[in-house]
């Protein structure tokens, strides 16, 4: 079992940065593949990052990192867009996953974190 808490969300403006944070809890932490995902008002749920992987349109902006020592992932993001508005949620599935940029995959969520980027 796995439980995922984020921070680090708020306000910023367009071209300005960020760091999310997501702690998790669980001795074997450092065995998931934690990836965070968005939200923005009145659409689906989007993959934004894990391990390597970036989606297209955060990616040479957004990285993840992790400290496995401390069982947390983070997001720093820059060069912020009002376009990047959502709540953020970091994800673990229990098992390995092939489509990791399917929420249906991923079995552990975090509550979410707001992040508001003005123009």
């Known amino acids: 079992q796995v ?13 300005g940065s960020l760091r999310l944070s997501c702690a998790a809890s669980g001795r074997t932490f450092s065995m998931y593949y ?11 749920r989007e993959f934004a ?4 992987h970036y989606a297209d349109s955060v990616k040479g902006r957004f990285t993840i990192s992790r400290d496995n020592a401390k069982n947390t992932v983070y997001l720093q993001m820059n060069s912020l867009k ?3 508005t959502a709540v953020y949620y970091c994800a673990a599935p229990k098992n390995y996953v092939t489509d990791y940029r399917s929420p249906q995959r991923y079995d552990y969520w ?6 508001t980027v003005s123009s």
């Open 110 to 115: 975090g509550q979410g974190t707001q992040v």
């Open 82 to 84: 009002p376009e990047d």
């Open 49 to 52: 990052a894990g391990s390597t």
């Open 3 to 15: 439980q995922l808490v984020e921070s680090g969300g708020g306000l910023a403006q367009a071209g």
């Open 34 to 44: 934690v990836a965070w995902f968005r939200q923005a008002p009145g659409k689906e």
